[in-house]
């Protein structure tokens, strides 16, 4: 079958889309902020109650069996971990991005669960809870809520006479901090923007939450058992602040919602070594090219025959090689301008063993037929000395004289 330069184009160019497609689901992969080496483990994370345990731990801990039934339902959390992200908004509501791992041990960096979201308000009272239950776990019976947690709840706020309602949401600077959203209605709902900002100006630096920082749902700190009841270890892992509360909360976050506020890491560029190499292999190519045209030159009318009619059984013209060795090129010179590292030395590597294999073929079959007679057939039969008399006798040429 006749390969057109038409079709071969078309050909190439759908690979090409296909595989820039397939570079943007990667880079996509790869600029989700999930669990990494950067992101350690914070050993603050999770925690339980000691023989106190607080009225709320256990309402919760004998009101767990009931939820037995669903479908992702966790008993346990002590192998887990959680990965708070980003705070975005999506659909009009201010939410916290996170991920759950089973595997806490791992610190984040394997294939999370899933991604999901939850409102501010009640992502901080977890978070908060979180930090009480662990500060209770030490020792520490004083602990105290930050005043701006009050912020969790739609508050009122008047503001020149004129009736507002506050409320933690995310702040409109970064999608790594929070702010004191402002309001015009008691459902903290519709917002006051002025000037394209609705963030008060509340200090809350007290309320720093964890994001981008791997934390595992259950610490366990060493305990006298004099301290503890029967049921301490097993409350220790069935109730986790954090991690039960947001998973009771949580909404599903689907891939736009993963899009969103999303920090895309610039591409790596080309360093001093790499344009180094760069160099050498284009130059290399452009060698070999120098090389190969200048010995098809000195190649013989019957060696160009041949040379066509292999071309012509397998589909090509020579028009063709030339079109898919310049496209070739115009392939290369995109990907590399893209600052795709892997495909542009994959493709620059096989273009250069591609022309460095021609190359060596015409040098050998130049070098054989220099000292051969090439037969009907295309085959080269090698002349010794001795065939070079007989085929002079048998061209006619006059024997020595015998004495």
Not at 182 to 195: G, H, K, L, Q
Not at 379 to 400: C, K, N, Y
């Amino acid at each position: 079958m006749k390969i057109s330069t038409f079709h071969t184009i078309i050909f190439l160019s759908l690979l090409l889309c296909s595989l820039q497609i397939i570079h943007v689901h990667a880079e996509d992969a790869a600029d989700d902020d999930g669990g990494g080496g950067d992101d350690a483990v914070d050993d603050g994370g999770g925690g339980g109650d000691d023989d106190g345990g607080g009225g709320g731990n256990d309402g919760y801990y004998f009101l767990d069996d009931a939820n037995d039934e669903d479908d992702d339902y966790i008993k346990y959390w002590a192998e887990y971990a959680i990965l708070p992200k980003r705070c975005i908004v999506y659909n009009n509501v201010d939410v916290i991005v996170f991920a759950i791992f089973e595997h806490g041990y791992k610190q984040c960096t394997d294939q999370p669960m899933g991604h999901y979201t939850v409102t501010v308000p009640n992502f901080v009272d977890s978070y908060l809870d979180q930090v009480a239950s662990d500060a209770e776990d030490q020792g520490y019976d004083d602990y105290a809520a930050p005043e701006v947690a009050a912020y969790s709840e739609c508050t009122g706020l008047v503001i020149n006479n004129d009736q507002f309602y506050t409320q933690l949401g995310c702040s409109d600077d970064s999608t790594q901090s929070l702010a004191v959203n402002i309001y015009s209605d008691n459902t903290c709902e519709t917002r006051s923007i002025v000037d394209g900002y609705d963030d008060a100006n509340v200090d809350l630096s007290e309320l720093q939450l964890p994001f981008k920082q791997c934390k595992l749902c259950v610490v366990w700190i060493d305990k006298n058992d004099d301290e503890i009841d029967d049921l301490f270890y097993e409350k220790r892992r069935r109730y986790a602040p954090l991690c039960s509360q947001v998973w009771g909360y949580k909404d599903t976050c689907d891939r736009k919602c993963q899009k969103i506020g999303m920090e895309r890491r610039q591409k790596e560029g080309w360093n001093t070594s790499d344009k180094v190499l760069l160099f050498v292999l284009s130059f290399f190519g452009a060698g070999m090219v120098y090389a190969i045209l200048r010995k098809r030159q000195k190649m013989s009318n019957k060696d160009t025959l041949l040379e066509q009619a292999a071309m012509s059984a397998a589909g090509l013209q020579q028009t063709h090689v030339g079109g898919i060795f310049s496209l070739g090129l115009v392939i290369i010179t995109i990907f590399a301008s893209l600052r795709m590292k892997q495909i542009t030395w994959a493709m620059m590597l096989f273009l250069n063993l591609a022309l460095f294999s021609y190359l060596m073929k015409l040098t050998v079959d130049g070098g054989v037929e220099s000292d051969g007679i090439l037969n009907a057939d295309g085959t080269i039969t090698r002349i010794d000395s001795e065939d070079s008399s007989v085929g002079s006798q048998v061209s006619g040429a006059p024997l020595p004289a015998i004495s």
